[in-house]
Every structure is written in structure tokens, then in C-alpha cells.
């Protein structure tokens, strides 16, 4: 379902100027709206990772990575253990040393716990843990879901938005597994 039309003033900057990329050697094949895309995307997680930092610190545990904050929420989704494994693979990280550097921070910061299920040594978020998620959460309703909300941007929309971009990460790394066979 297509988005509502640019602006005359946008359709007026795209004609004159071209898509907005940050690198135009790669806007110049057959897709220039892939690196637009990606562009976007780019900005959107540098600015993604500064809200995630910043939240956390109003939320009273401050000197976290954006990975730390991540694997902390994953972790707490649910309420039940996980394994280092299953963080991964929801995240969709393959360096499982990136993740287990987190746990063992949070766990050093006393937001997680470790378990055991069988085998398998798990994680399990704490009360600590499980506070400062819900203050993040309460930060996050106040200063982010309040403005996207002053947008007047359809949830529909941003949920069609949100598969689109979980599609284009299944692109991605089909053309990275291909990459690495080259």
C-alpha cells in the first residue's frame, strides 16, 4: 500500500536534486532508491541508538552500550530465561561474543541473572533489571510515543513500514551469505 505523496516542495528537491543518499557512486545503478533507503536507514539507527542510550540514562542505569540495552529488554521480554542462543537468533546477531560481553556486564551491573536448564546456562532478568525496563518504558511513553503520536503518522502505516523493513533484512543477508561465498 503506497505512502501518502511527497510534497510538491519534495517531488520539486528530488527532481532538482536526486534521491538523498550519502553516497552517490552507489545511487547510480539500476536502484538509486536502495540507497536512499539506505541512507535513511542509517540515520535511523544512529539516532535509534543515541534514544536508546539517553532513555536508559533517564532511567537511571547510564553508561550502557546499545547492545547492552537491547539484550537488557530481550531479556526481560517475557519474564522467562533465555538462552545465549535464542538472544541471538530474536536479535539477529551472529557474533554471539557481542552478546555475551553484555550479559556478563548486566549481569556485573546486577540487571540479569544467570541460571541454568539442563546444560544450558540461561538469563534471567532481576528485579533491578525489570525496574529499569519499566522506567525506560514509562521515559519512552512520555518523550517518544508522545511525539510519534503528535505526527499524526497512521499505526497501520508503521507497522506496514516496520514488515517492509524486516523483509529488506531477509535481502540483506541473503546478499551477505552470497558475498561470503565469493
Not at 553508561?63 to 533465555?82: C, E, I, W, Y
Request: charged residues 25%; hydrophobic residues 40%; contains cysteine.
Amino acid at each position: 500500500m503506497p505512502g501518502p505523496d511527497p510534497s510538491p516542495d519534495a517531488k520539486l528537491t528530488e527532481t532538482l536534486l536526486g534521491p538523498i543518499v550519502s553516497s552517490g557512486h552507489l545511487a547510480s545503478g539500476a536502484m538509486p532508491a536502495l540507497s536512499e533507503f539506505e541512507f535513511a536507514l542509517n540515520m535511523t539507527v544512529h539516532a535509534f541508538q543515541r534514544w536508546m542510550l539517553r532513555c536508559m540514562s533517564v532511567a537511571g542505569v547510564p553508561d550502557l552500550t546499545p547492545m547492552d540495552v537491547l539484550v537488557l529488554h530481550n531479556v526481560n521480554h517475557r519474564g522467562k530465561a533465555k538462552r545465549l542462543a535464542d538472544i541471538c537468533l530474536v536479535l539477529n546477531i551472529e557474533d554471539t561474543h557481542i552478546v555475551n560481553y553484555s550479559l556478563k556486564k548486566l549481569e556485573r551491573l546486577k540487571l540479569i541473572k544467570s541460571g541454568r536448564k539442563g546444560k544450558e546456562k540461561t538469563v534471567a532478568v532481576t528485579q533491578g533489571g525489570e525496574d529499569a525496563c519499566r522506567r525506560y518504558a514509562q521515559v519512552r511513553e512520555q518523550l517518544l510515543v508522545k511525539s510519534v503520536l503528535a505526527t499524526s503518522i497512521d499505526p497501520a502505516r508503521l507497522s506496514e513500514i516496520a514488515a517492509t523493513i524486516r523483509s529488506l533484512s531477509g535481502q540483506y543477508d541473503q546478499a551477505a551469505r552470497a558475498a561470503a561465498s565469493l
